[in-house]
Nanobody
């Protein structure tokens, strides 16, 4: 079992920044990929960014150049630095960890006002 706990969400004006964190506990040795999805009201959950244990990253086109994902394997934590936030980034952000099975955090709300 893997437990993921997100933190760092909140409210920010357009153009602002937030940093999300996701700490993993439990059977962390089994985790390979980690990252973030988001879900806005009335929309499907979509991939924001992912990072492998070795540091290979991938991003949604909509966040490239604005968001940066990073990972501290020693702390079993993945981060998402979000800069130049836009109102369309408003969503609940969910951390995931893949270990054969995909584990999810409970989510953290990010609200960007115009």
């Amino acid at each position: 079992q893997v437990r993921l706990v997100e933190s760092g969400g909140g409210w920010v004006q357009a153009g602002g920044s937030l940093r999300l964190s996701c700490a993993a506990s439990g059977s962390i040795f089994s985790i390979n990929g980690m990252g973030w999805y988001r879900q806005a009201p009335g929309k499907q959950r979509e991939l924001v960014a992912g990072i492998s244990r070795g540091g290979i990253t991938n991003y949604a086109d909509s966040v490239k150049g604005r968001f940066t994902i990073s990972r501290d394997n020693a702390k079993n934590t993945v981060y998402l630095q979000m800069n130049n936030l836009k109102p369309e980034d408003t969503a609940v952000y969910y951390c995931y960890g893949s270990a054969g099975f995909v584990y999810w955090g409970r989510g953290t709300q990010v609200t960007v006002s115009s």
